[in-house]
């Protein structure tokens, strides 16, 4: 019986040293993951608020010279989110339009002289500035563009033209 005692004994030491090595290894991996210093991936543990077409006429003395569009998404901090009384879509839309009033030395109709990077952070700056903490952490663009009064005139004459009931031939 003594050598059947040995082989046991040896095949549970066995057990006992591979048991050990796994959870050591998996603990020494999940420690290594885990670190609390560590900053979170680009834009991670945000939420992403997609707006509508945001449409913002623009005046020039009495008239309309056209229609600003954007399409806008913003990254905020959910626990932020949940801070607000009001709906962020009402939020963010408000401040675009006051953004856009605001600076009337945008000039839409030249895309040259329209700074992105600047209208981004304007955006983002004041809608933080209002809540008074930082809410918004980015605001990328999804889709901007200046439609003309121009275009707009000569697209509703088309539609009508192709609404318009054809002569009735006998």
């Known amino acids: 019986m003594g050598p059947l005692i040995k082989f046991a004994g040896a095949a549970v030491w066995i057990c006992i040293a591979t048991l050990g090595a796994v959870f050591f290894s998996f603990q020494f991996s999940s420690a290594k993951t885990a670190d609390p210093n560590a900053l979170p991936p680009l834009l991670g ?6 707006t509508d077409v945001i449409s913002v006429p623009v005046f020039n003395k009495a008239s309309i010279d056209g229609y600003f569009l ?3 998404v913003y990254t905020a901090d959910p626990k932020e989110l949940k801070k607000l009384t009001i709906p962020a879509q009402s939020l963010i839309v408000d401040e675009v339009y006051t953004y ?17 990077d600047a209208f981004r952070h304007g955006v983002r700056d004041s809608i933080n500035a ?6 918004i952490d980015e605001v990328i663009i999804e889709q901007i563009d200046f439609l003309p009064r121009d275009e707009t005139r000569d697209r509703s004459n088309r539609r009508r033209e192709l609404l318009r009931p054809a002569p009735a031939t006998e």
Not at 100 to 116: G, T
């Open 45 to 50: 543990g945000l939420d992403y608020i997609k």
């Open 70 to 72: 954007a399409r806008l």
């Open 130 to 135: 209002r809540v008074g903490e930082k809410m």
């Open 100 to 116: 856009l009033y605001a600076n009337p030395q945008i000039d839409f109709s030249k895309r040259e002289n329209f700074d992105l």
